[in-house]
């Protein structure tokens, strides 16, 4: 049980194209939903906490135009990167939570979003 | 902000053999996390531990932790070549409504 699916797996476009990624919990409810970037050998950075049908809670430095979050639904969260440039070319994770459970439980990811921006 | 440092950055061993990464953390936590992420993959969860426990094990997984010493071990014993992955210890924050990722321990086990 819980699992979240990401997709795409793997994006190439051109500089200056937005692109939406979609994040889904398939089997559980999902209030808050969470969006990683992670560049190569490094950590995941959180860039904002999607909760849904709210705005999403963006950390410090994340411009908030540029990566726009939309939470519609308890099932699903969507990330899109705005003009996309180089620059923004990374790994992008997202996960979630059971809705209703306290913080003591795991969150579950989904597999991922290769960036490539040419 | 990150929460949890990891050591080592990065860790090579033989098959058979044991595996022990250590975090450590700033602030008061309410639990501490694992993960493990395979190359280009997302993470799964390894094993959680509250902030009143002080040991807890998983098939070959054991994880400590120390809030007096704000650090935690995860050990992987008798390591197997499809251990290798990255494995990330994790923090709650904000109240425990988010969690913040350690850089990171690389483990390449060798057959």
């Known amino acids: 049980g819980a699992v979240v699916s990401q997709h795409p797996s793997w994006v190439i476009c051109k500089s200056g194209t937005s692109v939406k990624i979609e994040c889904r919990s398939l089997?559980?409810?999902?209030?808050?939903m969470f969006w990683y970037r992670q560049f190569p050998k490094q950590s995941l950075m959180l860039m904002a906490t999607?909760?849904?049908?709210?705005?999403?809670?963006?950390e410090q430095g994340v411009e908030k135009d540029k990566f726009l979050i939309n939470h519609a639904s308890l099932t699903l969260s969507t990330l899109t990167v705005t003009s996309a440039h180089p620059e923004d070319s990374s790994f992008y994770i997202c996960?979630?939570?059971?809705?209703?459970?306290?913080?003591?439980?795991?969150?579950?990811f989904g597999d991922g979003t290769r960036l490539s921006i040419l | 902000s990150q929460q949890g440092e990891e050591d080592p950055q990065a860790l090579s061993i033989q098959e058979g053999e044991n595996a022990t990464m250590n975090c450590s953390y700033k602030?008061?936590?309410?639990?501490l996390q694992w993960y493990r992420q395979n190359s280009g993959r997302g993470l799964v969860h390894l094993i959680l531990?509250?902030?009143?426990?002080r040991e807890k094990h998983s098939g070959r997984l054991r994880v400590t932790l120390d809030t007096s010493k704000k650090s935690s071990s995860l050990l992987i014993t008798a390591s197997r070549a499809a251990d290798t992955a990255s494995y990330f210890c994790?923090?709650?924050?904000?109240?425990?409504?988010?969690?913040?990722f350690g850089a990171g321990t690389r483990l390449f086990v060798k057959a």
């Open positions: 999607s909760n849904e049908g709210s705005k999403a809670t963006y």
């Open positions: 531990i509250r902030s009143n426990e």
């Open positions: 089997d559980f409810q999902a209030t808050t």
């Open positions: 994790a923090t709650d924050e904000g109240g425990g409504f988010k969690t913040i």
């Open positions: 602030t008061s936590i309410n639990n």
């Open positions: 996960s979630a939570r059971v809705a209703g459970r306290d913080s003591n439980q795991p969150q579950h």
